[in-house]
């Protein structure tokens, strides 16, 4: 389904048919969010980023890196090849007056809160680094899904679950119209359309094709798309 067929079968399914009550840009909107949610919840959406140095930015006295633009969260972080290890941001301390910069290796990572000047997150690293610190700094991460922008851009996800997008589509809907049992409705057929989904394709790694489920049967096959 592309954008198109997903508004004709919110409004089928809303009863806006008319296209009286919803304009297609407010359904867009609905339609972005609704990808953004199903790619969330399922971490369909991976990518990769690679830094060669650190940033030279002084936000936090110690070298770090800006997360990517697309990021939601990190899966693995890897410098000069050696896997790093979360560690919570407040436990990375980071006194000013006493900070004490390595040419690393580090062996831990954190993800910072959104900088009030920049409106980013950085990784940081422990023990600290200098803030040009050289390095081959891998990131795996689940990103945010591609937004959809016309008529014939189609949702790079499964097929099978464009209707979960009609559903969280029409969900939003009801919220817009302060239709407490439209929206209910709807959001209970989206999470019934998904917890039946995870059920059965997610038993194994969502990209192997064919899948095979625990019990021998062949699920659906899925290409990671």
């Known amino acids: 389904m592309d954008v198109t067929a997903i508004r004709t079968a919110a409004r089928e399914m809303y009863g806006d048919i008319d296209s009286v009550q919803f304009s297609d840009s407010q359904l ?7 990808l953004q949610e199903i790619a969330r919840r399922i971490g369909f959406v991976r990518a990769a980023a690679t830094y060669a140095a650190m940033d030279g ?11 990517p633009t697309d990021f939601l969260q990190e899966i693995e972080l890897r410098w000069n090849g050696v896997k790093l290890y979360r560690m919570r941001y407040d436990d990375l301390l980071i006194p000013g007056d006493r900070v004490e910069l390595t040419a690393g290796p580090p062996t831990h990572y954190t993800v910072s809160p959104v900088d009030k000047t920049a409106g980013v997150r950085r990784f940081l690293f422990w023990p600290y680094v200098g803030l040009t610190q050289a390095a ?17 851009d189609v949702p790079k996800i ?55 489920r625990t019990d021998g049967e062949q699920a659906l096959h899925y290409l990671d798309t």
């Open 136 to 152: 081959s700094l891998q990131v795996l991460y689940l990103a945010r899904p591609t937004t959809l922008a016309v008529g014939a």
């Open 28 to 34: 867009l909107t609905y339609i972005n969010f609704s």
């Open 57 to 67: 930015i002084n936000t936090e006295y110690v070298g770090g890196v800006a997360v």
């Open 158 to 212: 499964p097929e099978d679950l464009h209707m979960a997008i009609v559903f969280y589509t029409c969900h939003m809907m009801g919220m817009a119209e302060d239709s407490l049992d439209k929206s209910t409705m709807f959001k209970r057929q989206y999470f019934e359309q998904m917890s039946n989904w995870e059920a059965y394709a997610l038993e194994t790694a969502y990209n192997e094709n064919p899948q095979v």
